[in-house]
């Protein structure tokens, strides 16, 4: 997945009012960004970083500006848009690049299901197989290589994993994909020591069916592609 047009570097003053990022430019020019991140995004908004930023040619948008990634002061990159998530796993998806959700004919986007009223990121349809839900969990937290989700308590997250167990136990086939967006994470774990009910949540949902895998991505100021899996550790 390519930024096109490409994305221009900045210098991170700060992160405020959860939306919002003041920058500097390398010509001097101080610009505010839109934070399209709801999360604690540890780690990945440290005054001095380098922010990578697309620039939208919609000239009814409040803010022009878009934060895309983190250039750490340490050289790792990370994505914060969490949007972009579910595109680089949407193009993996139709060029067949992750084996284990290859041979499906059918890609669909955010179908409404469960019993709680979510909507799964995807779906795959195939003749002569079940259907199967995929949800997609975007993984910037990193400790010393390791790499944890969520990054705060997330109601959500675990509404998602009941809806997950829902789809198996009506026979059908679901798997939380994690999307590993910073480059120095080498393994993914449930955090424990910040959501304790998803982590639960998530060693029963393996227990009840549901597939758990991680992939992740290579990422620059010129794209991001999911390139190799990695291990999940429960």
Same mark, same amino acid.
Not at 44 to 65: E, F, Q
Not at 137 to 157: C, I, M, N, Y
């Given at each position: 997945?390519?930024?096109?047009?490409?994305?221009?570097?900045?210098?991170?003053?700060?992160?405020?009012?959860?939306?919002?990022?003041?920058?500097?430019?390398?010509?001097?020019?101080?610009?505010?960004?839109?934070?399209?991140?709801?999360?604690?995004? %540890?780690?990945?908004? +440290?005054?001095?970083?380098?922010?990578?930023?697309?620039?939208? #040619? &919609?000239?009814?948008? $409040?803010? /022009?500006?878009?934060?895309?990634? %983190?250039?750490?002061? +340490?050289?790792?990159?990370?994505?914060?848009?969490?949007?972009? #998530? &579910?595109?680089?796993? $949407?193009? /993996?998806?139709?060029?067949?690049?992750?084996?284990?959700?290859?041979?499906?004919?059918?890609?669909?986007?955010?179908?409404?299901?469960?019993?709680?009223?979510?909507?799964?990121?995807?779906?795959?349809?195939?003749?002569?197989?079940?259907?199967?839900?995929?949800?997609?969990?975007?993984?910037?937290?990193?400790?010393?290589?390791?790499?944890?989700?969520?990054?705060?308590?997330?109601?959500?997250?675990?509404?998602?994993?009941?809806?997950?167990?829902?789809?198996?136990?009506?026979?059908?086939?679901?798997?939380?994909?994690?999307?590993?967006?910073?480059?120095?994470?080498?393994?993914?774990?449930?955090?424990?020591?910040?959501?304790?009910?998803?982590?639960?949540?998530?060693?029963?949902?393996?227990?009840?069916?549901?597939?758990?895998?991680?992939?992740?991505?290579?990422?620059?100021?010129?794209?991001?592609?999911?390139?190799?899996?990695?291990?999940?550790?429960?």
């Amino acid at each position: 997945m390519e930024f096109t047009p490409a994305l221009q570097p900045a210098t991170l003053i700060k992160r405020y009012k959860r939306f919002l990022a003041d920058v500097i430019t390398p010509a001097g020019e101080l610009l505010t960004l839109h934070c399209p991140n709801t999360g604690a995004m %540890t780690g990945c908004a +440290t005054p001095g970083d380098t922010v990578w930023y697309s620039t939208s #040619a &919609n000239l009814k948008r $409040k803010y /022009a500006h878009t934060w895309e990634l %983190t250039q750490t002061q +340490t050289g790792d990159f990370i994505c914060v848009n969490t949007l972009q #998530a &579910n595109n680089v796993v $949407k193009e /993996a998806l139709r060029e067949n690049l992750l084996p284990e959700l290859s041979g499906y004919t059918k890609i669909l986007s955010e179908v409404k299901y469960g019993a709680e009223r979510s909507r799964i990121d995807f779906m795959l349809q195939a003749d002569n197989k079940v259907n199967c839900y995929i949800e997609v969990k975007s993984v910037t937290l990193s400790e010393q290589g390791s790499g944890f989700f969520p990054d705060a308590v997330s109601l959500r997250g675990q509404k998602h994993l009941r809806e997950l167990m829902s789809v198996v136990m009506h026979g059908e086939r679901a798997v939380l994909l994690f999307a590993v967006l910073h480059s120095a994470i080498t393994r993914v774990s449930p955090a424990r020591h910040i959501d304790a009910k998803y982590a639960q949540l998530l060693c029963e949902a393996q227990e009840c069916g549901v597939e758990i895998i991680a992939w992740r991505a290579e990422l620059s100021a010129n794209g991001l592609t999911l390139t190799s899996p990695l291990p999940v550790c429960l």
